[in-house]
């Protein structure tokens, strides 16, 4: 998604209109209907909010209770009031409070001093397209018809997008240059939240529940980028994938409990644009289960087609429950996920591991990894003694230990068979190849010159 992190988009977005409202606080008529229509003015979207609570003291607290932005329609064209407006009934966004906390004085000095912005059970819905776009990137584009900014009494009067108001002429993108005052933040906290993302280009919906994004350290500056564009954050909670098998049964694909945290940079340094950058340690926690998607399946498939040599690759299962937490750090930039460390799952009898380098691209849907597969001892000594079976049944007395070094040697490693591989293309229809170290029966025949005569007519 290259315009932004959905999360951060989110609690950006929301941010900026609190803030915007809060200008007009000394005023004395922050409502609700005020703040809507302030933020209808500005983005592509209709907006819901029940009440408004200000408590002063050296900081002041603004809490928005009951919060919900859906797409935009004639009641945010016309800046109806809210009391003549039916309920949301399609909100993609819901969130049951935002609480603002900041030092108002310093916006005299065009800076902004938030000590805590806090979204608390938010219910986030969206669609990423074929392009790598999200559906909620459009609530908070220009508004195509524009109120002029509310007076004392809540009132506006709207005006054509085409009018004297330049900054609703385009839908261009928000730059760092459009942030009329600089940042900083204690705390900025999305929590007890969910998000629902629907995949269009292969119909899997991702869910985050019990999620948590903290950010802290936030500092901007819209004129000095270089130095004045991070925050620090840390996060959890449960991943889930679901969506259709090959015959179009419904199956879940992951379901991983998460955490980490990292550095994010939220602008590009020498553009403006929104372009978050960001390095974090990622945790998927013991308990998690990986049960199926497409590069799992084409992998099975592939060990299980293994049978050279009296070897049976078919009880590697890649599918189950992690045994122990999984830890790595993972990187995102223009819309590439790339693991910075080795990634390594154990599950029950195998272990499943991605190699740091490997990524995966959102916005193409293209990827490239690779990884090894490695037995458990307890399962290594019962191939072992597959193929001992069959060279005996083949070859009778003549097996020996150089023999199985032959067909399992440049497998094991540590006393474990390891399989490579590797995964390029599309993520929806990878393309898996196994480096297999395994040589045929033919194979060992010609390493075996000395043998022919005793081993005549035992390969028919």
């Known amino acids: 998604m290259k315009k932004m992190i959905i ?24 409502t609700p209907d005020f703040v809507v229509k302030t933020i209808e003015a500005r983005w592509n979207c209709r907006a819901e909010i029940d009440s408004i609570d200000i408590k002063v003291g050296t900081n002041t607290t603004i809490e928005l209770k009951q919060v919900a932005l859906a797409p935009r329609d ?11 407006r039916p309920k949301l009934d399609n909100a993609a966004i819901r969130i ?43 609530l908070f584009s220009p508004a195509p018809l524009v109120a002029s900014e509310p007076v004392a009494d809540g009132s506006a009067t709207v005006v054509a997008a085409d009018s004297e108001f330049p900054a609703a002429e385009e839908d261009k993108a928000f730059v760092a240059g459009d942030m009329v005052i600089s940042t900083a933040a204690g705390l900025v906290e999305l929590k ?5 993302i629907t995949l269009r ?21 819209p004129s000095q980028l270089v130095s004045h564009n991070s925050a620090s954050f840390d996060f959890g909670g449960t991943l889930t994938m679901d969506g259709d098998d090959e015959g179009g049964k419904p199956v879940r694909f992951v379901e991983l409990k998460v955490s980490g945290s990292g550095k994010v940079a939220p602008f590009d340094s020498e553009t403006g644009l929104i372009e978050p950058a960001w390095s974090s340690s990622l945790v998927l926690h013991q308990g998690s289960r990986v049960e199926t998607f497409p590069l799992v399946e084409k992998l099975q498939k592939k060990l299980e087609d293994i049978d050279t040599g009296g070897v049976d690759l078919s009880d590697i299962n890649l599918r189950g429950e992690l045994i122990a937490d999984a830890s790595t750090r993972l990187a995102h930039r ?20 991605f190699q740091a380098g490997s990524w995966a691209d ?38 020996s230990g150089d023999l199985r070094k ?36 033919g194979d060992l025949k010609q390493t075996f010159d000395g043998l022919k005569d005793a081993l005549k007519g035992l390969f028919k």
Do not use: C, W
């Open 201 to 221: 280009k292969s119909n899997t919906v991702a869910r985050l529940d019990d999620l948590h994004i903290a950010f802290k350290d936030i500092d901007l500056d």
């Open 406 to 441: 032959q067909v399992l040697g440049m497998a094991l490693k540590d006393g474990r068979i390891s399989i490579e591989f590797v995964s390029s293309g599309d993520l929806g229809k990878p393309k898996v190849d196994v480096v297999t170290p395994f040589g045929t029966l």
């Open 334 to 353: 223009h819309g590439r996920f790339t693991l910075e460390q080795p990634l390594a799952l154990s599950l029950p009898d195998t272990s499943f591991a």
């Open 7 to 30: 999360a951060l988009a989110v609690i950006a977005a929301l941010a900026i209109g609190v803030i915007f409202a809060a200008r007009h606080f000394a005023l004395g008529y922050l």
């Open 362 to 399: 959102t916005a193409t849907n293209q990827h490239e990894i690779k990884g090894v597969v490695t037995a458990s001892e307890a399962l290594t000594k019962k191939i072992v003694a597959q193929v001992d079976k069959y060279l005996e049944k083949k070859l009778g007395g003549l097996v």
């Open 192 to 196: 007890n939240s969910s998000m629902a």
């Open 96 to 138: 049951a409070l935002v609480s603002l906390e900041a030092q108002p004085t310093e916006l005299l000095k065009k800076h902004l001093r938030v000590e805590h912005l806090i979204i608390d059970q938010a219910q986030i819905a969206t669609e990423l397209g074929e392009d790598g776009g999200a559906s909620v990137d459009t």
């Open 74 to 84: 004639e009641f945010a064209d016309n800046a109806t009031p809210l009391a003549d």
